[in-house]
């Protein structure tokens, strides 16, 4: 990022959040009145662009520049200084400093792999959570439903766009591939993209142009070509796949913050190999809101749509209207999340066990029952 893009009579303009030389980053009125307190503290405002080893690039209304996060470093890694979180950093001062994060509208989140099971902050302030998908391998549903439960918890607008749609040129099996990911992200915007030929870029930019976007999926997705295409420069790095597996190296190596031409903001990240849940049981619901619909008719109010009578869920399966893939997929993620939560929730831990031993004792009894029945005949 060059200081110039910043530079010009629009650094004396006015205060007001429209006039601000920050605007193009997502600048307005909400952030301007959470940053007046340190404002009169002679702070300066500034949206952090990259994070690497404890310092952080910002762009400031003074241009870039390049400040140490060690005053903002708390024990909570969900609260360290993220891409795409408004600072307040120091006017001068070598090093400068960033001396407080302003509160997050929204937060992707994601579970690390540590056996301590920490969330991971991947973006922060995010509006619209875009998910590449490679159409050049086999479609992994499961996995799109796994980024999109992510999304709606972060409090972002999911949106999957389907890429390297050129390889797939027959619009008959193109169109059902679509229709696949659709029944699978209910109420969210599903988009073949090429960014050989073109198609779909214009409705992906209509889509990003009006916020901040972060940027999602898989080494190899095709991510950092459609960054490129939406920039409309080449801006991130492209490396070619494995024609085996369709899979890529990670092209982008740490998550960049970039101000879209048509308007908006782009954060790219690198491949996400692992995106497990971190306390999304809403976005779970929101991924299968058609299950969640069905389990409210179910005669039971704790129905587990395994066996018992009166399940709407297993009756929209028998008449073919609900895939079994879909409620298999809906358990495991549940399970998942369940487990997560657990770790860090000493009252859910002890429902859980507690739900255990009550199966426990049903599945005893009923064994009993058959035994008695046995011997009776």
């Excluded at 950092?224 to 890529?248: F, H, I, P, W, Y």
């Excluded at 929730?345 to 739900?355: G, S």
Aim: aromatic content about 4%; glycine content about 10%.
């Amino acid at each position: 990022m060059s200081s110039s893009s910043l530079s010009g009579s629009s650094l004396s303009g006015s205060s007001s959040s429209a006039s601000h030389p920050l605007q193009p980053y997502g600048w307005d009125a909400g952030w301007e009145a959470e940053f007046a307190p340190y404002e009169a503290e002679g702070l300066l405002p500034g949206r952090v662009v990259r994070v690497d080893r404890g310092q952080c690039d910002v762009v400031t209304a003074d241009g870039p520049l390049r400040a140490d996060t060690a005053f903002v470093t708390p024990h909570d890694p969900l609260r360290v200084v993220c891409t795409g979180d408004w600072v307040a950093v120091e006017p001068g001062g070598n090093p400068r400093y960033v001396r407080t994060c302003l509160p997050r509208r929204t937060a992707f989140v994601r579970s690390t792999s540590s056996q301590r099971s920490e969330g991971q902050i991947l973006a922060a302030n995010v509006d619209h959570a875009v998910i590449a998908v490679s159409l050049a391998v086999e479609l992994d549903l499961g996995r799109i439903e796994r980024f999109l439960a992510l999304a709606w918890e972060s409090g972002a607008q999911p949106v999957v766009v389907l890429t390297k749609a050129d390889l797939v040129p027959d619009a008959v099996t193109r169109a059902y591939l679509v229709q696949d990911v659709e029944t699978s992200a209910p109420g969210v915007p599903v988009v073949p993209v090429s960014s050989v030929d073109g198609d779909g870029l214009d409705v992906v930019a209509a889509l990003v142009g009006g916020g901040t976007s972060v940027l999602l999926g898989q080494s190899g997705a095709g991510k950092s070509t459609l960054a490129n295409a939406l920039l409309g420069e080449d801006v991130m790095t492209v490396q070619a796949t494995r024609d085996v597996d369709g899979k890529g190296r990670h092209t982008t190596t740490t998550r960049n913050l970039l101000a879209l031409p048509g308007g908006g903001v782009l954060i790219d990240t690198p491949g996400l190999r692992g995106v497990g849940l971190w306390d999304a049981e809403t976005g779970v619901g929101q991924v299968f809101s058609e299950i969640e619909e069905l389990a409210e008719r179910c005669r039971f109010h704790d129905c587990a749509h395994e066996a018992e009578p009166g399940c709407a869920v297993l009756a929209a399966i028998d008449r073919g209207d609900l895939p079994q893939r879909r409620l298999e997929s809906y358990r495991k993620l549940l399970r998942e999340n369940q487990r997560i939560v657990a770790k860090t929730d000493a009252r859910l831990r002890a429902e859980i066990r507690k739900d255990w031993k009550r199966k426990g004792a049903m599945g005893r009894a009923a064994m009993e029952a058959k035994r008695g029945a046995h011997w009776r005949a």
